[in-house]
Nanobody, 123 residues
């Protein structure tokens, strides 16, 4: 599985961005998917994750109510809609896939990683 994340950019506080992650390969619908982020000097941690069906989701506390993860299995794509962005959301965002149908918030549970996309939120 190869993953390609895109949609990052430089925005102002309060703006919105939608990240997309396109997956190649088969069986995308069988993978749990996650979005992670890593800011300079910090560990990579989970922002949101979704189960194979899209019905099970996880959100980091600080993004609840602002971010929404979704997936379109027909398009082999997972999305992260980010609203009301804050400067502390600034990071490199990565999408990841695990060869299990359910999500996880632990980076070590994921088997495939895409290159990151930079999100910068100015105050």
């Amino acid at each position: 599985v190869q993953l390609q994340a895109y949609g990052g950019g430089l925005v102002q506080a309060g703006d919105s961005l939608r990240l997309s992650c396109a997956a190649s390969g088969r069986n995308f619908s069988m993978y749990g998917m996650g979005w992670f982020r890593q800011a300079p000097g910090k560990e990579r941690d989970a922002v949101a994750a979704v189960s194979w069906s899209g019905t099970g989701t996880f959100y980091k506390d600080s993004v609840k109510g602002r971010f929404t993860i979704s997936r379109d299995n027909a398009k082999n794509t997972v999305y992260l809609q980010m609203n009301s962005l804050k400067p502390e959301d600034t990071a490199v965002y990565y999408c990841a896939a695990r060869d299990r149908p359910y999500y996880s918030d632990r980076p070590n549970d994921y088997h495939y990683w895409g290159l990151g996309t930079q999100v910068t939120v100015s105050s």
